[in-house]
């Protein structure tokens, strides 16, 4: 069966689809349909978009992405370093009893950064603890 390369504004393969399209299919905006066998060798497959990240995730789901990457043991110990005393506690409170992470939340960042997380680090990690079934 033949297929047709979806190409982005830069020429480079985003998908592929079957040749046999529907009467008036057109392309996604800002694409084009080209022929797979017309494709130059070694052409460049466009990079996935990444999934974007939740606004928040169960406490629980977060809690087993930090221990399937082995993270979690450190989370106790670097609340305990945070300077601040009400602050600290504050976070101790934030991470022992709640229920639900919100991505933006000032606790969370604060937990963020006691456990040396960057906000990409953190993006993945709740991307991928979305994907966890409590």
């Known amino acids: 069966m033949s297929r047709l390369a979806i190409t982005n504004a830069l020429g480079?393969?985003?998908t592929f689809v079957r040749?046999?399209?529907?009467?008036?299919?057109?392309?996604?905006?800002?694409?084009?349909?080209v022929p797979e066998a017309a494709l130059p060798v070694g052409y460049k497959m466009a990079a996935?978009?990444?999934?974007?990240v939740p606004e928040?995730?169960?406490?629980?789901?977060?809690?087993?992405?930090?221990?399937?990457?082995?993270?979690s043991a450190g989370v106790d110990a670097a609340v305990e370093q945070i300077a601040m005393p009400v602050e600290r506690e504050m976070v101790r409170?934030?991470?022992?009893?709640?229920?639900e992470f919100a991505r933006?939340?000032?606790?969370?960042?604060m937990l963020a950064?006691?456990?040396?997380?960057?906000d990409a680090q953190l993006d993945d990690l709740f991307r991928e603890a979305s994907e966890i079934v409590p």
Do not use: M
């Not at 928040?56 to 993270?71: E, N, T």
């Not at 409170?93 to 229920?99: F, V």
């Not at 933006?104 to 960042?109: C, G």
């Not at 950064?113 to 960057?118: G, K, L, N, S």
């Open 19 to 33: 040749a046999d399209v529907p009467p008036g299919w057109q392309p996604p905006a800002g694409c084009k349909a």
């Open 12 to 14: 480079h393969v985003v």
């Open 56 to 71: 928040s995730v169960k406490a629980v789901q977060f809690r087993h992405i930090l221990i399937c990457k082995g993270l």
């Open 48 to 52: 996935a978009l990444p999934q974007p």
């Open 93 to 99: 409170n934030y991470w022992e009893y709640e229920t």
């Open 113 to 118: 950064a006691a456990c040396r997380f960057t």
């Open 104 to 109: 933006s939340s000032p606790r969370l960042a």
